[in-house]
């Protein structure tokens, strides 16, 4: 078993991801650094020299691989849960997902504060990236997001420690040993 996290750009899918990581010992995967990292292209230049559809199924390759680990932290791009052949491949995996949700004027605010931002955010639509165009697409992805996690965390005003200290708890105090009566992740609720 792995421990997937998803949510909008921003919503803090990398910081937690690599504090989660920390706390339980395994290895942290960012599907978007996998990405570049083999592509040797930052996404933004990705999107400019071959296009989003391009990017798509590069991010769809490498989700399928990436979900054949266990014992991984991974997060996903924002849009990666889009595609009906990601979302089958990500629900045959079995693994928790986690939805990290917050409202859109707080992820563009966040957005905004990223350094990353620059680099791994093109804009998604002719607005640019800015607040209306998180707006429309997070009201378009929300449900996708509601269809895909086994679990949610509300991450606004939210200290990355506790919420890390939320998703041990949801988990029964995971990672649980092999036999130890604890609460199966993919039924922890939210
Ligand atoms: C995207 C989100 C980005 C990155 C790409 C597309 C999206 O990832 O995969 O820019 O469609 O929302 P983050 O969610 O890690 O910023």
Redesign the pocket.
Known sequence: MSIILIG???SG??TLGRALAERIGWPFVDL?HVITDRAGLS?REIFQQHGEPH?RRL?TEHLLESLKLTNHVL?L????VLAEQNRRAIKDAGHPVIYLRADAEELHRRIQADPATAA???G?THLGGNAEEIRQLLALREPVYQQVKTMELHVAGRAVAKLVDELQHAMGGFPLSPGSAGVDPRKAGG
Do not use: H, N, V
């Not at 791009?77 to 990666?80: I, L, R």
């Open positions: 909008y750009r921003g899918k990398t978007d996404i990017f991010e997060s791009g924002g849009g990666a791994q955010r093109p998604l």
